[in-house]
């Protein structure tokens, strides 16, 4: 069975764009979560979806958001991207909601200029 | 608000020695806690997971960890590592109810030395 998938692996954007992550879920799985790391904050939680809908979300700004298709893919968004959202974004994905193994994906490495 | 604790930013060992990684976490309410692994440009592995029942958990390549309430601690141990455990190691808990989301610690960086 083929694990989370998250495009792109790197992203280099500059301050003011928008950027789109995607992130396809293990086959079966319909909760995914997003988390950001940083050196600095750490590994932090972001939003996680299940079912199309945002069951629960982290101490973000608004800049930040997701959606969830009904094949159980889901994508973020973070506009008017700032240098300190220069970060790894980790998608995890499982079969139902806590508790549950969450299987990680590989990761997306955005850079902002 | 849940916490999690991880004291040691950095743990040198020789290879073939053993290794305890610590964990400590607060919490109000139930919990379940998880230890991950990340490799280099990788993403997360679980390596074990506490949910329920004994407090002794077995994980994957070799690793078990132990459940202590009155503590609050979740430490990883190995009997004897390798070269290749050299990887940064996160404990992790989420709160008993209808969510995924999982509060990490610092992460631990264990580095084995030939």
């Known amino acids: 069975k083929a694990g989370v998938t998250q495009t792109p692996r790197y992203l280099i954007k500059t301050r003011g764009q928008q950027v789109t992550l995607s992130c396809s879920p293990i086959?079966?799985?319909?909760?995914v979560s997003w988390y950001q790391q940083t050196p600095g904050q750490g590994l932090q939680f972001l939003f996680e979806?299940?079912?199309?809908?945002?069951?629960n979300k982290g101490n973000f700004p608004g800049r930040f958001s997701g959606r969830q298709f009904s094949n159980s893919r889901s994508e973020m968004n973070v506009s008017t991207l700032e240098l300190g959202d220069s970060a790894l974004y980790l998608c995890?994905?499982?079969?139902?909601?806590?508790?549950?193994?969450?299987?990680f994906g590989p990761g997306t490495r955005l850079t902002v200029l | 608000a849940q916490s999690v604790t991880q004291l040691d930013s950095q743990v040198p060992v020789f290879e073939e020695a053993p290794v305890e990684l610590r964990c400590n976490y607060s919490?109000?309410?139930?919990?379940?806690l998880f230890w991950y692994v990340q490799y280099p440009n990788q993403g997360l592995q679980l390596l074990l997971k506490?949910?329920?029942?004994?407090?002794l958990v077995k994980g994957i390549n070799g690793f078990e960890a132990e459940f202590n309430k009155s503590q609050t601690s979740f430490h990883l141990r190995k009997p004897s590592v390798h070269i290749s455990d050299t990887a940064e190691y996160f404990c992790?808990?989420?709160?008993?109810?209808?969510?995924?989301?999982?509060?990490f610690g610092t992460g631990t960086l264990l580095a084995v030395q030939p």
């Open positions: 995890a994905s499982s079969l139902r909601t806590n508790p549950d193994t969450q299987y």
């Open positions: 086959s079966g799985h319909r909760s």
């Open positions: 979806y299940f079912s199309e809908t945002q069951r």
């Open positions: 919490s109000s309410v139930s919990v379940y």
């Open positions: 506490y949910l329920s029942g004994s407090t």
């Open positions: 992790a808990v989420s709160e008993s109810g209808a969510t995924n989301k999982l509060i």
